[in-house]
RNA sequence: GCCUUGGUGGUGAAAUGGUAGACACGAGGGACUUAAAAUCCCUUGGACCGAAAGGUCCGUGCGGGUUCGAUUCCCGCCCGAGGCACCA
């Protein structure tokens, strides 16, 4: 009988659907599983080839843990709100609604056909009002606390009015308190909420007309879309991340990521430990201290001059009255520059002199106060001392300004570059002549402090999350301005649904698109008319997951306590500096509030590498339309022309098909290689441009799903990159074609011993493998074992039935079709994984301690067939391993049938 | 520039410091077949010796080191991928 994977799949996709075999209830009696997929973003594309690779490795553990026993939550939804689907409302006038349903619903059918055991029941959409509620109230929540730095956790807000009002608090005072309006308050109280608002310089992309967080812009473009972005001065709504700095870098210890993705968090956390100085200034005949944070505060004596951002407030009170007309000219040029051109323009060093000089506090010398663009406005204090001599920045500028370069580390030649010394001797320091560098740097924190110089002090580089989008498509802030004031609406009341609105840009007076939505008041009062960003829906939808038709809270207590967190996180590594930070911040929130029992959220975390595409070319004889095999190329002049991958098998090129594919190659020729065309091909991203997109549902048309599983799984390392290249799909084809036609003679037999070692060996590596995230090779000890079973001629139950058991994870639905042949109800899925029996997997090798010298042990793994003796004699043999028994423990001499090839000595 | 990774046949790739290249693709040869598809069997890192059985040498980016033994550990280079980047 054939394979017919197309009524199997069907078939048992239908039964899983129906009997709800998948479905996660909380149990206590059972340990749970958490396993956990980066819900997607469903675009208008569709999914192609390479999105599910992350989801069938989830999925495989998924259903083997579930055979192990334990209660598996695997659960999918959708990161549904988002710029494509209103950028495609704002040109077509479609309602984001519809397309994401639409789009929904077509990933939804492209999921199902790939057999993963999702629990439906527990799917998730951001852009639902239900869901959303629970965005809405954590933000009000976070709105609603405070950072408490002495219990270095979040807490209620009405606590820090409480010691205002009462105990006075970081220079409010009770009666300052009492006499402060109700905007006085608010305004005081932002300063100390978690979600707050304030004026800050943000990413502002005019295209897009909304600000951007930092890591929705790369290299002065936008993220999506690749719009320029400028920086501009603004009031938002903000997340106070940045209080959370020191936790998030800590946390990182407790959890199980890639140390690359861990570094990748620590990088933009960027936590740095110097010493803030404080610099007396002569501006005219006035004096003021302007601060500077330094990691390097040894080199204090090697400053030249000081360095101020041309956006630091000091810069109107330092500049002189000579100096003003260039200063103002220069803060001109500054401005009008964009980011992009800012960072293009790197090495390029532009700045002004201040007129005014500062008092070096170590020496007493007189340097002076300049204004460049190469120091940053937002890190430290926007003002930095300069140290030319063993630092490169600081030693273009002086180049360029002409400006003094005095080294302080002996033995550094600086007239050619800086010389950014680790270590060595310090020199022309004063006090710390003679000190290492390592030593030099204590030494000058040390005397710093003692002199009441400055202190010591942790920078860090993570900068509070900009909240608030000038966009519709997205979650609206449960806000309103009373007098001025933003005022959070009741929190029974939640959601605040999102209004209707029928044209989606911003309106003409640049004001975002919510204010074209007919009354948008609360009690009269205005709404807030930005909208959260993206991050927001993500950064807690594990939780609803656990829980998510629960209207009383975002998750449950129990179904919090039992679920916990999750076990395992599959996704991309492109969300390591947006997504896996504010997750982390947003769960840290909850916990400190008492939300959540675990503060971190995902145990161990694995990124999936990308699928890249593999384009194929055909070449064109150039003015001709002749198309030249890719092994003959290059005796003529051609042209590359991308190919439809479609048309294209194992490289070989369908002539007919090729003809048909466009009218302009009707009466094309060939120039054949042994008969064939062969096509060339190359690596590229896959996308529609390059005519390179495979659509899974073809796969599964052609092959099945069950072959489509496997093959994803066995191109290599989970964690690789790779490109998509149907070349090898035919062998696991072939492999579930050869697993199924073992059931043809099923017998009833026993199984000999040396049946039973091929299946115990198949356990013993299955389940390290799978617990290793090693799939590849856990399908390649599956296909040696079905080739050893066919040498064997064995088709016995007592083997085969626990083999469909341990394939199902990978091969689902033709598993299910064989247990069912074998006269199992049900399904495989409430089978359990089969018990391994090491004794059996073993080598066929006896283990023999060996008496040498009287004194020393070894142990000595031979074929049954070889003696001891033999080991012995090899021994003594060989003088070079003779040599070493008298200091070694232990000897392995590892044996091939008959034959001794080496000596493990340990 | 800094950080993190990786570099093994024609290809995708395996190898707790212990027979490098498992498994699969592709290629070549063969069986079955009127033929094709499907299926099955053999060969397949390189160079060499041998009529054959079989054997020898070289080989995991390059150069060193540790070790009886290194793809694996250490040091220094080269190349690729990803991230960060005037962060003081």
Same mark, same amino acid.
């Given at each position: 009988?054939?394979?017919?994977?197309?009524?199997?799949?069907?078939?048992?996709?239908?039964?899983?659907?129906?009997?709800?075999?998948?479905?996660?209830?909380?149990?206590?009696?059972?340990? $749970?599983?958490?396993?956990?997929?980066?819900?997607?973003?469903?675009?208008?594309?569709?999914?192609?080839?390479?999105?599910?690779?992350?989801?069938?490795?989830?999925?495989?553990?998924?259903?083997?843990?579930?055979? $192990?026993?334990?209660?598996?939550?695997?659960?999918?939804?959708?990161?549904?709100?988002?710029?494509?689907?209103?950028?495609?409302?704002?040109?077509?006038?479609?309602?984001?609604?519809?397309?994401?349903?639409?789009?929904?619903?077509?990933?939804?059918? +492209?999921?199902?056909?790939?057999?993963?055991?999702?629990?439906?029941?527990?799917?998730?959409?951001?852009?639902?009002?239900?869901?959303?509620?629970?965005?809405?109230?954590?933000?009000?929540?976070?709105?609603?606390?405070?950072?408490?730095?002495?219990?270095?956790?979040?807490?209620?807000?009405?606590?820090?009015?409480?010691?205002?009002?009462?105990?006075?608090?970081?220079?409010?005072?009770?009666?300052?308190?009492?006499?402060?309006?109700?905007?006085?308050?608010?305004?005081?109280?932002?300063?100390?909420?978690?979600?707050?608002?304030?004026?800050?310089?943000?990413?502002?992309?005019?295209?897009?007309?909304?600000?951007?967080?930092?890591?929705?812009?790369?290299?002065?473009?936008?993220? #999506?879309?690749?719009?320029?972005?400028?920086?501009?001065?603004?009031? +938002?709504?903000?997340?106070?991340?940045?209080?959370?700095?020191?936790?998030?870098? $800590?946390?990182?210890?407790?959890?199980?990521?890639?140390?690359?993705?861990?570094?990748?968090?620590?990088?933009?956390?960027?936590?740095?430990?110097?010493?803030?100085?404080?610099?007396?200034?002569?501006?005219?005949?006035?004096?003021?201290?302007?601060?500077?944070?330094?990691?390097?505060?040894?080199?204090?004596?090697?400053?030249?001059?000081?360095?101020?951002?041309?956006?630091?407030?000091?810069?109107?009170?330092?500049?002189?009255?000579?100096?003003?007309?260039?200063?103002?000219?220069?803060?001109?040029?500054?401005?009008?520059?964009?980011?992009?051109?800012?960072?293009?323009?790197?090495?390029?060093?532009?700045?002004?002199?201040?007129?005014?000089?500062?008092?070096?506090?170590?020496?007493?010398?007189?340097?002076?106060?300049?204004?460049?663009?190469?120091?940053?406005?937002?890190?430290?204090?926007?003002?930095?001392?300069?140290?030319?001599?063993?630092?490169?920045?600081?030693?273009?500028?002086?180049?360029?300004?002409?400006?003094?370069?005095?080294?302080?580390?002996?033995?550094?030649?600086?007239?050619?570059?800086?010389?950014?010394?680790?270590?060595?001797?310090?020199?022309?320091?004063?006090?710390?002549?003679?000190?290492?560098?390592?030593?030099?740097?204590?030494?000058?924190?040390?005397?710093?402090?003692?002199?009441?110089?400055?202190?010591?002090?942790?920078?860090?580089?993570?900068?509070?999350?900009?909240?608030?989008?000038?966009?519709?498509?997205?979650?609206?802030?449960?806000?309103?301005?009373?007098?001025?004031?933003?005022?959070?609406?009741?929190?029974?009341?939640?959601?605040?649904?999102?209004?209707?609105?029928?044209?989606?840009?911003?309106?003409?007076?640049?004001?975002?698109?919510?204010?074209?939505?007919?009354?948008?008041?609360?009690?009269?009062?205005?709404?807030?008319?930005?909208?959260?960003?993206?991050?927001?829906?993500?950064?807690?939808?594990?939780?609803?997951?656990?829980?998510?038709?629960?209207?009383?809270?975002?998750?449950?207590?129990?179904?919090?306590?039992?679920?916990?967190?999750?076990?395992?996180?599959?996704?991309?590594?492109?969300?390591?500096?947006?997504?896996?930070?504010?997750?982390?911040?947003?769960?840290?929130?909850?916990?400190?509030?008492?939300?959540?029992?675990?503060?971190?959220?995902?145990?161990?975390?694995?990124?999936?590498?990308?699928?890249?595409?593999?384009?194929?070319?055909?070449?064109?004889?150039?003015?001709?339309?002749?198309?030249?095999?890719?092994?003959?190329?290059?005796?003529?002049?051609?042209?590359?022309?991308?190919?439809?991958?479609?048309?294209?098998?194992?490289?070989?090129?369908?002539?007919?098909?090729?003809?048909?594919?466009?009218?302009?190659?009707?009466?094309?020729?060939?120039?054949?290689?042994?008969?064939?065309?062969?096509?060339?091909?190359?690596?590229?991203?896959?996308?529609?441009?390059?005519?390179?997109?495979?659509?899974?549902?073809?796969?599964?048309?052609?092959?099945?799903?069950?072959?489509? #599983?496997?093959?994803?799984?066995?191109?290599?390392?989970?964690?690789?990159?790779?490109?998509?290249?149907?070349?090898?799909?035919?062998?696991?084809?072939?492999?579930?074609?050869?697993?199924?036609?073992?059931?043809?003679?099923?017998?009833?037999?026993?199984?000999?011993?040396?049946?039973?070692?091929?299946?115990?060996?198949?356990?013993?590596?299955?389940?390290?493998?799978?617990?290793?995230?090693?799939?590849?090779?856990?399908?390649?000890?599956?296909?040696?074992?079905?080739?050893?079973?066919?040498?064997?001629?064995?088709? $016995?139950?007592?083997?085969?039935?626990?083999?469909?058991?341990?394939?199902?994870?990978?091969?689902?639905?033709?598993?299910?079709?064989?247990?069912?042949?074998?006269?199992?109800?049900?399904?495989?899925?409430?089978?359990?994984?089969?018990?391994?029996?090491?004794?059996?997997?073993?080598?066929?090798?006896?283990?023999?301690?060996?008496?040498?010298?009287?004194?020393?042990?070894?142990?000595?793994?031979?074929?049954?067939?070889?003696?001891?003796?033999?080991?012995?004699?090899?021994?003594?043999?060989?003088?070079?391993?003779?040599?070493?028994?008298?200091?070694?423990?232990?000897?392995?001499?590892?044996?091939?049938?008959?034959?001794?090839?080496?000596?493990?000595?340990?």
């Amino acid at each position: 009988m054939d394979y017919d994977f197309k009524s199997i799949e069907k078939k048992w996709q239908a039964y899983w659907a129906s009997e709800k075999t998948f479905k996660a209830v909380t149990d206590e009696s059972k340990p $749970k599983f958490y396993v956990l997929d980066m819900f997607p973003y469903p675009s208008g594309a569709g999914l192609h080839v390479g999105h599910p690779l992350g989801y069938i490795a989830s999925d495989i553990f998924s259903r083997y843990k579930r055979l $192990k026993g334990f209660n598996v939550l695997h659960p999918m939804g959708y990161d549904a709100f988002g710029l494509p689907a209103e950028q495609y409302a704002i040109q077509t006038g479609q309602h984001p609604e519809i397309t994401t349903t639409n789009n929904i619903n077509r990933y939804r059918q +492209q999921l199902d056909r790939i057999g993963f055991s999702f629990d439906w029941d527990m799917e998730v959409r951001t852009c639902d009002s239900k869901y959303y509620k629970w965005t809405q109230w954590a933000f009000l929540k976070m709105f609603d606390s405070w950072y408490d730095p002495s219990a270095d956790k979040a807490r209620p807000i009405s606590e820090l009015i409480e010691k205002f009002k009462t105990t006075g608090y970081d220079g409010i005072t009770p009666e300052k308190w009492a006499s402060a309006t109700d905007k006085e308050k608010s305004d005081i109280l932002m300063n100390y909420r978690i979600a707050y608002q304030g004026e800050t310089a943000v990413n502002w992309c005019p295209q897009l007309g909304t600000v951007l967080a930092n890591d929705e812009v790369k290299e002065g473009l936008s993220v #999506r879309g690749g719009y320029p972005v400028e920086q501009k001065k603004m009031t +938002q709504w903000q997340l106070r991340v940045s209080a959370y700095a020191e936790r998030l870098l $800590k946390g990182l210890d407790t959890i199980d990521w890639t140390d690359s993705l861990k570094e990748m968090q620590r990088n933009w956390i960027g936590k740095s430990e110097g010493t803030e100085m404080v610099f007396n200034t002569i501006c005219g005949d006035r004096q003021m201290p302007i601060t500077i944070f330094t990691t390097r505060a040894d080199t204090v004596f090697g400053v030249t001059f000081m360095v101020l951002a041309p956006e630091s407030d000091l810069v109107p009170q330092l500049t002189t009255p000579e100096q003003k007309v260039k200063v103002d000219e220069y803060l001109q040029y500054v401005k009008k520059k964009t980011e992009r051109e800012r960072i293009a323009e790197t090495h390029t060093v532009t700045g002004v002199f201040s007129g005014s000089y500062a008092i070096n506090p170590l020496t007493g010398e007189k340097v002076p106060i300049w204004i460049s663009e190469y120091v940053l406005a937002g890190y430290g204090t926007g003002a930095i001392m300069a140290v030319p001599a063993h630092d490169s920045r600081d030693y273009a500028f002086a180049k360029t300004f002409n400006l003094p370069i005095v080294p302080i580390i002996e033995g550094c030649d600086v007239s050619q570059e800086s010389f950014d010394a680790k270590e060595g001797r310090m020199c022309n320091s004063g006090f710390l002549n003679g000190l290492d560098v390592k030593e030099a740097i204590e030494a000058a924190k040390d005397y710093v402090e003692a002199h009441g110089l400055g202190r010591r002090k942790t920078n860090y580089r993570l900068r509070d999350a900009i909240f608030s989008r000038q966009r519709y498509w997205g979650e609206p802030f449960p806000i309103y301005y009373k007098d001025g004031i933003p005022t959070p609406i009741p929190m029974d009341k939640l959601p605040l649904v999102l209004p209707e609105i029928t044209e989606f840009k911003p309106t003409e007076a640049g004001e975002p698109p919510l204010a074209r939505a007919k009354d948008w008041t609360w009690d009269g009062y205005p709404l807030e008319k930005s909208t959260m960003p993206g991050f927001a829906g993500s950064s807690a939808y594990y939780l609803r997951y656990m829980d998510p038709h629960d209207d009383k809270a975002l998750v449950g207590e129990r179904e919090n306590k039992y679920w916990r967190d999750v076990d395992l996180y599959i996704g991309g590594t492109e969300h390591a500096t947006g997504h896996l930070i504010y997750s982390r911040f947003w769960n840290k929130f909850l916990y400190d509030l008492g939300y959540v029992c675990e503060e971190e959220p995902f145990k161990k975390l694995i990124n999936q590498g990308m699928i890249q595409g593999r384009s194929n070319f055909v070449y064109r004889i150039v003015n001709t339309n002749k198309f030249v095999s890719v092994g003959l190329k290059d005796q003529y002049q051609t042209t590359e022309i991308h190919v439809d991958i479609n048309l294209v098998r194992n490289d070989k090129l369908d002539l007919e098909g090729f003809k048909a594919w466009r009218p302009e190659f009707n009466d094309a020729e060939f120039i054949l290689e042994n008969g064939e065309y062969v096509c060339g091909w190359a690596v590229e991203k896959m996308s529609k441009s390059m005519f390179n997109v495979v659509n899974p549902d073809d796969i599964c048309d052609t092959y099945g799903a069950d072959t489509l #599983r496997l093959y994803e799984m066995f191109l290599g390392p989970l964690e690789q990159s790779k490109p998509w290249d149907t070349k090898g799909i035919d062998g696991v084809n072939r492999f579930l074609k050869r697993f199924w036609r073992l059931f043809d003679n099923l017998s009833e037999e026993k199984a000999s011993p040396e049946e039973l070692k091929v299946l115990h060996k198949l356990i013993g590596k299955e389940q390290e493998d799978i617990e290793a995230f090693s799939f590849n090779t856990t399908i390649s000890a599956f296909m040696i074992a079905v080739n050893d079973l066919m040498a064997l001629k064995c088709s $016995k139950r007592e083997i085969l039935e626990p083999m469909v058991v341990l394939l199902s994870p990978f091969a689902p639905h033709i598993s299910e079709e064989l247990w069912h042949m074998l006269g199992h109800g049900g399904s495989v899925a409430d089978a359990s994984f089969p018990e391994f029996i090491p004794a059996l997997a073993a080598e066929d090798v006896v283990t023999y301690p060996v008496q040498f010298n009287g004194k020393m042990r070894f142990t000595v793994e031979l074929p049954k067939s070889a003696p001891a003796a033999e080991v012995e004699a090899y021994i003594r043999e060989y003088p070079q391993t003779a040599k070493y028994v008298g200091d070694m423990k232990i000897i392995k001499v590892i044996v091939v049938p008959g034959k001794i090839v080496n000596v493990v000595i340990k």
